[in-house]
T-cell receptor
């Protein structure tokens, strides 16, 4: 059974650009969550999607957005990149949500220069 | 909102010694509690979860955790540490239907030969 797949693994972008990260959940999983991980702030919740609907959102500016497609694949977008957006972005999938526990992907390492 | 506090950002034990990683949670309603492990350059792997069934939860790799409501704690233990247990460990909390799992700051476990 394939795990959670995140692409790309590494990304270097320039300040002011925008970026789109992709996440393919485990087959059958309908809930997808995104997290930002940095040494200073740790793991911070971005948002969670279930059946193409955003069910919850963390405390991030509107530059951070996401969506989920009918096949449960998800993308997150960051516009007008800032140096502070450099982080490991982790996607996690679950059958229906938190109670089932999440399976995480290996993450996308974004570096903003 | 729910939150967790992990006591000790770094724990060091000798191989074969008891591992004890501490986690205290804050939640106004009965929580779901989780422990995850992260190895370098990888995503997070679920070790175990508490979702209101048995208070003593057994997980993978010989780890277990006990939910203590009176102490609002969910400490992770392993009787005998192996070198392969060296990693970062995260405690997480969520509440029913919120789907916004919150993580502690993490505890880095070092195992000395």
């Amino acid at each position: 059974k394939a795990g959670v797949t995140q692409t790309p693994r590494y990304l270097i972008k320039t300040r002011g650009q925008q970026v789109t990260l992709s996440c393919s959940p485990i087959s059958g999983h309908r809930s997808v969550s995104w997290y930002q991980q940095t040494p200073g702030q740790g793991l911070q919740f971005l948002f969670e999607y279930f059946s193409e609907t955003q069910r919850n959102k963390g405390n991030f500016p509107g530059r951070f957005s996401g969506r989920q497609f009918s096949n449960s694949r998800s993308e997150m977008n960051v516009s007008t990149l800032e140096l502070g957006d450099s982080a490991l972005y982790l996607c996690a999938s679950s059958l229906q949500g938190d109670a089932y526990g999440y399976t995480f992907g290996s993450g996308t390492r974004l570096t903003v220069v | 909102a729910q939150s967790v506090t992990q006591l000790g950002s770094h724990v060091s034990v000798s191989e074969g010694a008891l591992v004890l990683l501490r986690c205290n949670y804050s939640s106004s309603v009965p929580p779901y509690l989780f422990w995850y492990v992260q190895y370098p350059n990888q995503g997070l792997q679920l070790l175990l979860k508490y979702t209101s069934a048995a208070t003593l939860v057994k997980g993978i790799n010989g780890f277990e955790a006990e939910f203590k409501k009176s102490e609002t704690s969910f400490h992770l233990t392993k009787p005998s540490a192996h070198m392969s247990d060296a990693a970062e460990y995260f405690c997480a909390v969520s509440v029913r239907d919120n789907n916004d799992m919150r993580f502690g700051a993490g505890t880095r476990l070092t195992v000395k030969p």
